[in-house]
């Protein structure tokens, strides 16, 4: 559900908790179009200061184990070396937040994500897919792991204890208002651990939605 | 935006006006809006304030610079890229 000033969106409402990032800068407010992504309604982030920020979030933090969904249309160009967040929670730095974000390595963009562990960023790096354009993320944090991947490919995975914050969610930048996300955006989940079955349903509706083979 | 104005470290109070100018001519009707962060300074110590006219984007398409907006704005530049400190890797 979006609250809008003509097609720019003031807040985002998540459908299940309520929870409603917003954004009070007329100049930093992303735009709604009903049909700009594959057809579909989406919100467009322009890669300079557009985001929503929530002031708390509910989410699992510390080391409690999460997951991530994204369905977006990434649009920042391979040449940009700028990280780009497309939505990131926790607390401050990247060292005490999650993430799922494009980066740009070889020269090819890549899905990107972080869960920090308290002292520094963990970081893991997509190598399978070409991150431009529309695609589904999926960031899969255990409290022992952290892995990605991207349109259901292999994930990528790296040793992780995250110490995630509480303080606020970011949609379309990190949570320091900074990296902003070159993206439409169709759709967002922050999930309890999913079941295999349950990720392979989640993964094909999101499929479906973007139009991705 | 996707296109803001930056003004030299030392064109603050010209910033500053031109924000007013831009809150004053606001296209938002949203209660209470404000056009843009007074406090965005980018990495290199220059405010940033979003630029109010054609190709802003700002609601989805072309708004009309209003009348003065480019006076307002002589001393800073247009740009479609800003260097945001903190940015992460």
């Known amino acids: 559900m979006i609250t809008l000033s003509g097609s720019s ?35 467009t982030f322009d890669g300079t200061d557009d985001s929503l920020l929530a002031a ?8 409690a184990a999460s997951e991530i969904w994204a369905l977006i249309d990434q649009k920042a160009l391979a040449a940009d070396a700028t990280t780009r967040v497309s939505l990131a929670y926790g607390s401050g730095a990247s060292s005490t937040s999650r993430y799922v974000a494009r980066t740009t390595s070889g020269g090819v963009n890549r899905g990107f994500a972080n869960a920090g562990n ?11 897919v070409d991150y431009s354009g529309k695609h589904v993320a ?7 792991t952290i892995a990605l991947s991207v349109d259901g490919n292999t994930s990528v995975s790296t040793a992780d204890t995250p110490s995630t914050g509480t303080t606020n969610i970011r949609i379309g930048g990190t949570l320091a208002g900074s990296n902003f996300a070159n993206m439409t955006a169709n759709a967002f989940l922050i999930t309890s651990p999913l079941t295999t079955a349950q990720a392979a349903q989640m993964l094909a509706f999101l499929k479906a939605r973007g139009g991705i083979p | ?35 843009y962060l007074p406090d965005r300074v980018d990495a290199h110590g220059q405010r940033v304030v979003g630029f109010l006219g054609p190709l802003g984007e700002w609601n989805g398409g072309d708004w009309p610079e209003p009348q003065g907006g480019a006076a307002a ?13 903190n940015e992460e890797v």
């Open chain 1, 9 to 43: 969106v003031t807040t985002w409402t998540d459908v299940v908790g309520g929870y409603a990032p917003t954004q009070g800068v007329s100049g930093s407010k992303p735009v709604y179009s009903a049909t700009s992504f594959n057809g579909r309604p989406g919100i």
């Open chain 1, 138 to 144: 999926r960031v899969e944090i255990t409290g022992t």
């Open chain 1, 56 to 63: 708390t979030q509910p989410f699992p933090s510390g080391a």
């Open chain 2, 73 to 85: 704005r002589a001393d800073g530049v247009l740009s479609t890229t800003v260097d945001w400190p």
């Open chain 1, 118 to 128: 308290g002292t520094s960023a963990v970081q893991v790096t997509d190598t399978a």
């Open chain 2, 1 to 35: 935006m996707s296109i803001v104005v930056l003004f030299p470290a030392g064109k603050s109070a010209s910033a500053d006006a031109y924000l007013a100018f831009c809150n004053a001519n606001n296209p938002d009707t949203t209660p209470g809006a404000i056009w």
